[in-house]
């Protein structure tokens, strides 16, 4: 979400099925919901939106700050062939196998 965001291609984001409909959300909300969504994210606490501050930025149309990185993003290790599904952190302390056990 963050590179799509980065990238400006929210549209990716959205589903399919949402995005070809004529489904009753209209796409600015969903972008505003995924910019909220990426402030919630912030590395640091004091820079997250609290569910007070969330609220009020879904039932207006103010202009919301620009999200910063978030603390922990997740790349993909794909240094062989069974690895390719596993995911670590920026550091490869922690890993997440993405498929269940």
């Known amino acids: 979400a963050w590179r799509l965001w980065n990238e400006g291609n929210l549209n990716e984001l959205i589903d399919e099925c949402l995005r070809d409909s004529s489904s009753f959300i209209i796409p600015t909300e969903m972008f505003r919901c995924i910019h909220i969504g990426l402030l919630c994210l912030q590395r640091h606490p004091d820079d997250r939106p609290t569910i007070t501050s969330v609220v009020k930025m879904l039932n207006n149309e103010n202009t919301l700050p620009q999200p910063k990185e ?9 240094t ?8 670590s952190s920026i550091n490869e302390v922690s890993v997440s196998l993405l498929k269940p056990r």
Do not use: A
């Open 70 to 78: 978030p603390g922990f993003l997740i790349h993909e290790v794909s």
């Open 80 to 87: 062989d062939r069974e690895r390719r599904d596993t995911t």
